[in-house]
């Protein structure tokens, strides 16, 4: 079976610029998450999505935002990009839309700000 | 609130030597817990995790971690380290109610030597 997808592997885009990433879960898992993992650090809780609601949101600003589709894949989109944003950007599917259960991870989406 | 702490950024052992990776973790509700490796350009791979059934838990590639309630731990152990075992590790702490939101620590760089 096919693990957790993303798209696009490396992105660069410049100051200001607009970015869109890409998920597709594991075939029957209907929850996706999101995490930012800055260089040298754990990654950190942007979203979680289930059915195609917003169920969880972490500590960032309004510039990002997700979606999630009636076949579970996501998107993430992060407007007006500052240097900062510069990370990897991974993926997460789940069974289950609540309680601790694992996640499983996707290669991640390296984004480059210059 | 939860959070984990990672006792250690970088840990060098010798092949064949055990490892011992620590991580100490504060949750108000019942916390679950996960050990997830992080190879260089690749994604997290989860090693193994803990859900209020038994306190030791086996997971893949020989480790293991033991949930000791009275000192807030889940050290990751494995007997014999090997080169490949060379990677990243987080400590991960969610919570039941806390929906799939993960909590990760700052990471322990592993270094096998021969």
């Known amino acids: 079976d096919a693990g957790v997808t993303q798209s696009p592997t490396h992105l660069i885009k410049t100051r200001g610029q607009q970015v869109t990433l890409r998920c597709s879960p594991i075939?029957?898992?209907?929850?996706v998450s999101w995490y930012q993992q800055v260089l040298g650090q754990g990654p950190q809780f942007i979203f979680q999505?289930?059915?195609?609601?917003?169920?969880g949101r972490g500590n960032f600003p309004d510039r990002f935002s997700a979606r999630q589709f009636p076949n579970y894949s996501s998107e993430l989109n992060v407007n007006a990009l500052l240097l900062g944003d510069s990370a990897l950007y991974l993926c997460?599917?789940?069974?289950?839309?609540?309680?601790?259960?694992?996640?499983?991870f996707g290669p991640g989406t390296r984004l480059t700000v210059t | 609130a939860q959070s984990v702490t990672q006792l250690d950024s970088h840990v060098s052992v010798s092949e064949g030597t055990p490892v011992l990776l620590r991580c100490n973790y504060s949750s108000s509700y019942s916390p679950s817990l996960f050990w997830y490796v992080q190879h260089p350009n690749k994604g997290l791979q989860l090693l193994l995790k803990?859900?209020?059934?038994?306190?030791l838990v086996k997971g893949i590639n020989g480790f293991e971690a033991e949930f000791k309630k009275s000192e807030t731990s889940f050290h990751l152990t494995k007997p014999s380290a090997h080169m490949s075992d060379a990677a990243e590790y987080f400590c991960?702490?969610?919570?039941?109610?806390?929906?799939?939101?993960?909590?990760f620590g700052t990471g322990t760089q592993l270094k096998v030597e021969l």
């Open positions: 991960v702490v969610s919570f039941t109610g806390g929906g799939n939101k993960l909590t």
């Open positions: 997460a599917s789940s069974f289950p839309s609540q309680g601790a259960y694992e996640q499983y």
């Open positions: 999505y289930y059915e195609k609601e917003e169920r």
């Open positions: 075939s029957g898992h209907k929850s």
């Open positions: 803990y859900t209020s059934a038994a306190t």
